[in-house]
């Protein structure tokens, strides 16, 4: 068994959750089709998938 994953960071947070970015440089570059549905699956499992812009973003995304 394998998958091959394009996300830039894994981790695990706030209690066993599942956290995923996708880090881009800029707003007008996108994930893949294949970033973006890993990132979908990881929300709908209760994780917390997102793509980052910078630092910003992530902590607004993470509320902190």
């Known amino acids: 068994f394998s998958i091959f994953l394009e996300i830039d960071i894994l ?7 599942l956290l ?4 881009k440089k800029n707003e007008k ?3 893949s089709k294949g970033q ?3 990132l979908d699956n ?5 994780g917390i998938g997102i793509v980052a812009y910078s630092i910003r ?5 993470l509320n902190l």
């Open 36 to 38: 973006q549905e890993f």
């Open 11 to 17: 981790g695990i947070v706030f209690g066993g959750k």
């Open 29 to 31: 570059e996108k994930p």
């Open 42 to 46: 990881v929300n709908n499992a209760g």
């Open 20 to 23: 995923a970015i996708e880090v």
């Open 57 to 61: 973003c992530v902590k607004t995304q």
